[in-house]
């Protein structure tokens, strides 16, 4: 049984930063296209930001320039560096891989940015 655990979200100003990271058992990141995709409150989830199993990354328009993702093969974890964060990035972050059947959702983790 796969297992994603999200964290290192929390309350930031506005200009601030956050590193979240998810850690993966069960599978392995390695030759996975992973991603990262948030869910604002009464709105449907939406990508952010994916890496492919070579190494290439994507983003969403709205946080490219200001949000990269990461991964440690070794310790199975993926990683969002969101910085210039703005209140429209208030949200539960979640990662999941891309391009193939999900994997059980992660709780998430909570991302709230103040004006």
């Known amino acids: 049984q796969v297992q994603l655990v999200e964290s290192g979200g929390g309350l930031v100003q506005a200009g601030g930063s956050l590193r979240l990271a998810c850690a993966v058992s069960g599978s392995v990141v390695r030759g996975n296209t992973m991603g990262w995709y948030r869910q604002a409150p009464g709105k449907q989830r939406e990508w952010v930001a994916e890496l492919t199993s070579v190494g290439s990354a994507n983003y969403a328009d709205s946080v490219k320039g200001r949000f990269t993702i990461s991964k440690d093969n070794a310790k199975n974890t993926v990683y969002l560096q969101m910085n210039s964060l703005k209140p429209e990035d208030t949200a539960v972050y979640y990662c999941?891989?891309?391009?193939?059947?999900?994997?059980?959702w992660g709780q998430g983790t909570q991302v709230t940015v103040s004006s």
């Open positions: 999941n891989r891309r391009w193939a059947s999900p994997w059980p």
